[in-house]
């Protein structure tokens, strides 16, 4: 795709994303505004992560993107193809290879290395939004740092049903100053956040927003003394691999009610079942050679 | 037998190549031209071209045909390729005054300098289907007279110069650009018009309808709408003075509003405005409505709680791109998020139903 | 015009500040640490590092102002040919360069507002020598703690008190750079 710049972005909106990448690094948690474009794909399909990506990435990188922590789900096919065409960047679906890995709702469960950029898309910036649906309000919330509705939020949740109530996108508290949404990565996924090794971008497109976290950042799930933060998964070893560590997806086998438990990251998965882990359901494993066969989505 | 699923690659060309037979539909029928879509869909592609923000007829024919007539969905193309346009500079602001009309009408005086001209309108159509369109008949020709020339001048100066209606003070300040700069509340006015010209057509209608039913009810007059061409000129620094560039079709809608006053102030009408690409009155109509209703606090007025009143309400989601690929997001798999809140419901129904079992037992 | 003017920029703009730019995001990602910068050449005073830094965030929409010895000529021929930015005073400007003495003090700069603490400038201090040693900084980014060379103690110290506002540096040395974020703690 010749017509286009490399990364599709021209340069003007390169250095003003990049702009904006920096002030998030410099002001952990803070949502910076940027003049997100109008991408070739649809806002709430990763127009923020894929901008965030387009300005990151060097013909050199090696991109992995996923979805729901797996690569071969479709938009994250269709993101991927992208960067193919407009970068001619190498990708690659395993985690400890890639130098730039665009995810939306995970973070891998491989822990991530220096030298590696996490681009998460988010649909919405704002952990106060759907508390306050106004932006110049939240904005005022956050300037006077005042986060009351936030755990009265969380605090009538533990009056209603005995727990907090949030499952995913679970607000996060970064070097005790920003309230934060850390994108709607499941609960299970919070820990890894804070000192991580690698940089943390996220991208909203649609709201125009950026905010980052710098490597080894402190980064605190909100919670109360008497009901403190659990990061939670499915009480299920992994079908496939016999993972006990990963976060779960739920497969609806039959329509008798029968279910098993898998690795949502694939790669990590896989990963397990070459290195020869094999899970109670994986009957391909246990009784062939045969690798995975090929379906159609 | 849990086989993880691949192959979306290829599902996903597959699904395009569908989609592009369906598009052309069937074979035995002649294929659609651009040039066919430009000359007899012209409203259609005034529509792309006003929320698209960008005229070209051509390539708004394009887009059409290629969204298989999905007004958004061309709309969407057109956005896309206009972000990827580098910018050579910025127009004169153009001059409506003197634009050449096709259309030219005012509910407020019967008759004015300039005339009534009704133009290529719907309006006095009875709505019947014409079935002799079928047959693809030849058209008659349309009676024509000379045209009249020099400007036209706008109802609401013969207003203003009796005082009669709020002044609008000659502005030279550049607007500022919600494509360059992200929106920030509170939205200024040129801002506001901004957004409410390349909105879509049926929240800004529905929201300027909701303010004639009485939803912060600003009792509108059309005092004129005006549909024609204006001259497109641009500043040419080497040759130190302006250049006529190209012409544009245009629709504006002045709006006069209900009369305020104060002990200090007599009693004055207000404006609302609507200026919109092509031939494309409902929505310029509706813009000038919601511009009105947006003005509430300049003008001192009360905030009833009016959804057409609110600014961050109208501006943030009068986007139809934004809308639309927000809203189909949703399609795409959420089964991560699901899963925790699957687990957290089932948590909680367990506890739930253990506390019942020992309330039972009591 | 000079022919120093015209030469000097990037060759390949997109991929050259792509390079540069993960650099410089690096570097402010991780204060402390050292990093290579290459692809300007820009003329005296300015160091390549600098005109790296300046090719690849500024343009028409970055005032920039030029401290000292780098409000020259050349500079400003330069800067002009190859981003298009600006040239202002302290106040108003988004990114200002020049040799610490020429940028102090600090107190004109925009350090941000409450509701957009990210409406500050960036400052690009053109330091003789970058070293891992002197003044141990704590903070974001640094995983136990980091140490650089820096031309003042008090002035970053104080600068880190006022965050979410504040400056943020990027030190600059020949091919070579380093940031400072306001939000790293310097002891």
Known sequence: ?297 | MYVAVKGGERAIENAHAWLAEERRGDTNVPDLSVVQIREQLTLAVNRVMAEGSLYDPDLAALAIKQSRGDLIEAIFLIRAYRTTLPRFGASLPVDTGAMSCDRRISATFKDLPGGQVLGPTFDYTHRLLDFKLAAEGDVPAAPTREAELGEVPHVTDFLNREGLIEEAPRQDTPPPDLTREPLEMPAERALRLQALTRSDEGFTLGLAYSTQRGYARNHAFVGELRIGTVPVEMDIPELGFAVEIGEVTLTECETVNQFMGSKSEPPQFTRGYGLVFGQTERKAISMALVDRALRWEELGEENVGAPAQDAEFVLYHADNIQATGFLEHIKLPHYVDFQSELELVRKLRREAGADQVQEAAE | MQAETLSGGFADPATQSAHAFRSVMEAMARPGTIHDISGAAPPAPLSNAAGAVLLTLCDTETPVYLAGEMDCAAVRAWLAFHTGAPVTGPSQCMFAVGTWSALVPLSPYAIGTAEYPDRSATLIVEHPALTASGVTLKGPGIKTSASLSLPDVQAFHDNHTLFPLGLDFILTSGDRLAALPRSTEVQ
């Open chain 1, 1 to 297: 795709m010749s017509e286009y710049n490399f990364a599709y972005l021209d340069e003007q909106t390169k250095r003003m994303i990049r702009r904006a990448i920096l002030k998030g690094l410099a002001i952990p948690g803070y949502q910076v505004p940027f003049a997100s474009r109008e991408m070739p794909m649809p806002y709430g399909w990763g127009t923020g992560g894929v901008q965030v990506s387009a300005a990151v990435l060097t013909p050199e990188d090696r991109f992995k993107v996923i979805d729901q922590g797996a690569d071969d789900t479709t938009n994250a096919v269709s993101i991927r193809t992208f960067f193919e065409r407009t970068a001619g960047v190498e990708t690659t679906t395993k985690t400890t290879d890639a130098t730039v890995i665009q995810t939306r709702h995970r973070i891998p469960e491989e822990a991530l290395t220096e030298g590696q950029v996490l681009v998460y898309q988010v649909p919405i910036p704002e952990p106060l939004r759907f508390l306050e649906p106004r932006e110049s309000e939240t904005r005022k919330m956050h300037a006077l740092e005042e986060y009351g509705l936030m755990h009265v939020k969380l605090y009538e949740d533990i009056s209603r049903h005995g727990h907090i109530a949030t499952s995913y996108a679970y607000p996060v508290k970064v070097e005790g100053r920003y309230v934060m949404d850390p994108s709607p990565i499941p609960k299970f996924d919070n820990p890894k956040l804070g000192e991580m090794a690698a940089i943390q971008l996220f991208g909203a497109g649609r709201e125009q927003r950026i905010h980052a976290l710098p490597p080894y950042t402190q980064v605190v799930s909100l919670d109360f003394e008497d009901h403190p933060f659990e990061a939670t998964k499915a009480d299920h070893p992994c079908g496939m691999c016999g993972a006990l560590d990963s976060y779960l997806d739920e497969v609806i086998t039959d329509d008798a009610g029968g279910r098993m438990f898998v690795c949502s990251d694939t790669d990590y998965c896989e990963g397990r079942q070459a290195a020869g882990f094999v899970g109670e359901m994986n009957h391909q494993r246990a009784f062939s050679v045969q690798p995975l066969l090929e379906t159609e989505a």
